[in-house]
C-alpha cells in the first residue's frame, strides 16, 4: 500500500482511498480516519445543579420529555440545553434521528427489533435501556449504522 498526499492551496479537503477491495487494511485506515476527523466530543448537560461534561462515546441517546432534552447513558439521565434540531448539527454522524423525538448514537445499539406495526426498539449495549425508532426514521437509522459501522 502506498501513501500519496497532494497539496494545492484553494481547494477543500478531500480523503480518497482507492483499494481493488474492502479488506481489513482499508477498514481499520477508514475508522482511524473517520476518529481523526470527529468532532472532539463533549456536550454540557446538567444533574442534580451541577453542570457536568458528558463525552459523546458515553450517551447512549437523547430523548425530549416534558419539553427538555435529555442525555442518556448507560445509567443516568442529564438535562441538555439544547434542542434536538441544534444537537443535529453538533453530533458525529453516529448520532441520528430515531423519532421526532429522539437521536439515537448508532454506535451503541446491540440490535433491533422489528413489530408488524412498523415501530422498532433498539437495544443497547451494556444497559437495559431501550428506545423505539419509529418507521419513518428506520431505513435512516439503518443506513447509518451501515456507513459507520458495517463498511
Avoid: H, W
Avoid at 58 to 83: G, H, K, L, Q, S
Avoid at 102 to 126: C, D, L
Amino acid at each position: 500500500m502506498k501513501l500519496k498526499i497532494e497539496i494545492e492551496p484553494g481547494i477543500p479537503e478531500e480523503v480518497i482511498l482507492r483499494a481493488p477491495d474492502v479488506t481489513d487494511n482499508v477498514r481499520r485506515i477508514r475508522r482511524a480516519i473517520e476518529q481523526a476527523l470527529e468532532k472532539p466530543g463533549e456536550i454540557a448537560a446538567r444533574r442534580d445543579g451541577a453542570e457536568i461534561f458528558l463525552p459523546y462515546r458515553e450517551i447512549y441517546y437523547f430523548e425530549v420529555v416534558d419539553d427538555r432534552v435529555y442525555a442518556n447513558t448507560a445509567d443516568d439521565a442529564y438535562v441538555c440545553p439544547m434542542r434536538l434540531g441544534e444537537l443535529g448539527e453538533l453530533l458525529p454522524r453516529t448520532f441520528t434521528r430515531a423519532s421526532k423525538s429522539s437521536i439515537v448514537n448508532t454506535s451503541k445499539i446491540r440490535s433491533i427489533t422489528r413489530s408488524p406495526t412498523g415501530v422498532s426498539e433498539a437495544f443497547f449495549s451494556g444497559t437495559d435501556k431501550t428506545i423505539f425508532i419509529s418507521r419513518m426514521y428506520y431505513k435512516v437509522v439503518r443506513e447509518v449504522i451501515e456507513e459507520t459501522r458495517l463498511l
